[in-house]
């Protein structure tokens, strides 16, 4: 009885005893799992590093921002680290995404772990969008204005949710307080209590999802199965025991995305243009660009359409999608073409659109 209730508490072997030899090849899933938990552990150490110093009001939130780029000991280093790794860890998470889904990993009992999953995405995706508005220069300030613009085109409820998203009808004063209190308070909570929910569904299933087959004589049986295994085989699939082959592995995993992203905050510093100014509209303005695939398809079809059809279309067919047949012969092909629409537009968006949202050739 003490032993089942131990592999029901998260707090209790978070990872396994032992595992297949199998799980322990980079390629089965790229690290990126392990990459975005790692990231979100930086955002919320640099985060909390930056709310000493931010003052999350309209006259002040600007010259705090600058205060930390060019005063605070190592603030510029932090400040760009946080920036930088809130954007690596969308294209991460959207990664490991695929990753799951190309190895089947959402089926049966782990349906209910790839919604959470895509609640963490977009969690994250709302997490840097409120982010986005904190600086409040004039990129930021004019890109949640067109963002959260695309509330009105929404029939009835549409002014009422954009009044309720900016604190009134404008980006303002209150638009920022709001965005500081989801940014620093709301969504850190959610994003943590949905992790950890993410790990405990992981580990309810056995760990990492084995597709069946093996290379040589290591067959590989599903799962990573429970804990308390020495090293040896169980159903015919080699075990090692978790330390030292797993944590090296980790480790070696971690000082590579801590190098990657210390190089890029140390060379490369985070946008900061002139302080938001409500009465000057610049020549462009574009949505952040996780958000701007939506911006380009408002361009060419019906916003109605697009926000009242499309958008919940595309939501709903990734949330359920795990129920349908394995050998569904379109499952794959429209979850590609969703992905490759995405990753267009995005680039459309980024790259071929100059001022006033025209051609750039």
Request: net charge positive; with cysteine; proline share 4%.
């Amino acid at each position: 009885m003490k032993n089942s209730r131990q592999k029901r508490n998260i707090f209790v072997h978070a990872r396994p005893q032992t595992v297949p030899v199998a799980s322990l090849r980079f390629r089965l899933t790229w690290g990126l799992g392990g990459a975005a938990v790692l990231m979100v552990v930086i955002q919320l150490v640099t985060g909390i590093l930056l709310n000493f110093s931010y003052e999350p009001t309209a006259q002040g939130a600007y010259a705090s921002v600058q205060h930390v780029h060019y005063d605070v000991l190592l603030g510029r280093l932090i400040r760009n680290l946080h920036h930088w790794t809130g954007h690596a860890l969308v294209i991460i998470v959207f990664l490991h995404m695929l990753r799951v889904f190309f190895s089947s990993a959402f089926r049966g009992a782990r349906h209910l772990n790839w919604v959470i999953g895509l609640s963490l995405f977009f969690l994250i995706l709302l997490a840097n969008f409120s982010g986005y508005l904190l600086p409040w220069d004039q990129r930021s300030y004019w890109a949640v204005t067109i963002a959260t613009s695309m509330l009105e085109y929404l029939p009835g409820i549409g002014p009422f949710l954009l009044e309720l998203v900016r604190g009134g009808s404008e980006v303002g004063a209150s638009t920022l307080h709001i965005f500081h209190a989801l940014h620093s308070g709301v969504l850190p909570f959610l994003l943590l209590f949905l992790m950890l929910w993410h790990f405990w569904k992981i580990r309810r299933a056995g760990g990492l999802f084995l597709e069946k087959g093996g290379d040589g004589d290591n067959k590989l049986i599903g799962t990573e199965g429970e804990t308390g295994e020495k090293v040896g085989q169980k159903d015919g699939s080699l075990r090692l025991t978790a330390r030292p082959h797993l944590f090296i592995r980790e480790k070696a995993a971690a000082a590579v995305v801590l190098a990657v992203l210390f190089y890029v905050a140390i060379f490369f510093n985070a946008h900061l243009g002139a302080q938001a100014n409500p009465g000057l509209t610049p020549e462009t303005v574009k949505a952040p660009w996780y958000f701007i695939a939506v911006q380009e398809l408002l361009i060419h079809l019906n916003p109605i359409f697009v926000l009242l059809i499309l958008a919940p279309a595309v939501v709903f067919f990734l949330l359920f999608f795990p129920v349908l047949k394995s050998n569904n012969r379109f499952l794959r092909p429209l979850f590609i073409g969703l992905m490759a629409g995405y990753i267009i537009l995005t680039f459309t968006g980024l790259c071929l659109r100059g001022p006033g949202m025209q051609w750039i050739f």
